[in-house]
């Protein structure tokens, strides 16, 4: 039953080790989102995806790439992590894009930097 | 700029009690305003939601009440259970914007 999957649910990584966080619908949605997390901190957007066009937040740190390859995937990639990277990423999805719609998260991947 | 500011957590109840949790917001334009809930494990679900002032979002028993003069929104429920512990987090989606804005996040712990 679980519409939006990421994989894995923990991850740990090395300092400068590339990192690559997945996540897959079933929904088949146009719009897939990635948020950062940090403890007790809101939800920040990174980027998001409307079908293949690719929209960048202003301050998304170039170190952060994504890639969709198809309507159900969606790759978090961190080219050079550092310390400050750890946090959950939530990747969601919506059917389209606006007030509207109701976007669903998947349970989060936690990301640790040592 | 855009912002939502969360009462902090955590709060703790004892089963049955009565809930609020504040949210207050700061917009430009005229902003759909959310609360979403997050089990632990889980991922955030949407909880309810109101798109223009003094609509009423329901939802499993909460309730929320967009307030324009008061730009507020503040979660209720008459009476929580133990399953209702979770993360609460507050949003507002401003008109012509493609994003949300999330508040912090309030953690509800409900004691049996």
């Known amino acids: 039953d679980a519409m939006v999957i990421q994989n894995p649910r923990y991850q740990v990584t090395q300092f400068g080790k590339p990192v690559t966080l997945s996540c897959s619908q079933t929904l088949n949605h146009n719009v897939m989102y990635w948020y950062q997390q940090k403890s007790s901190q809101a939800p920040k957007l990174l980027f998001h995806y409307y079908d293949k066009d690719f929209n960048n937040e202003a301050d998304t740190p170039d170190n952060f790439q994504s890639r969709r390859p198809n309507t159900s995937f969606c790759f978090l990639d961190i080219r050079s992590p550092g310390l400050g990277d750890a946090a959950m990423y939530l990747c969601?999805?919506?059917?389209?894009?606006?007030?509207?719609?109701?976007?669903?998260f998947g349970p989060g991947t936690r990301l640790l930097v040592l | 700029g855009d912002s939502v500011t969360q009462m902090e957590g955590p709060v703790t109840l004892s089963e049955e009690a009565f809930l609020t949790i504040n949210c207050t917001y700061t917009a430009t334009g005229y902003p759909s305003l959310f609360w979403y809930v997050q089990y632990p494990g889980e991922g955030l679900q949407l909880l309810l939601k109101?798109?223009?002032?003094?609509d009423k979002g329901s939802n499993k028993g909460f309730e929320a009440t967009y307030r324009k003069e008061t730009t507020s929104f503040h979660l209720e429920k008459g009476s929580v259970q133990v399953s209702d512990s979770a993360v609460y987090f507050c949003a507002l989606w401003v008109s012509g914007t493609y994003k949300y804005i999330f508040g912090t996040g309030t953690r509800l712990k409900v004691l049996a």
């Open positions: 109101a798109t223009k002032a003094d």
């Open positions: 969601a999805t919506s059917r389209d894009s606006g007030p509207q719609e109701t976007q669903y």
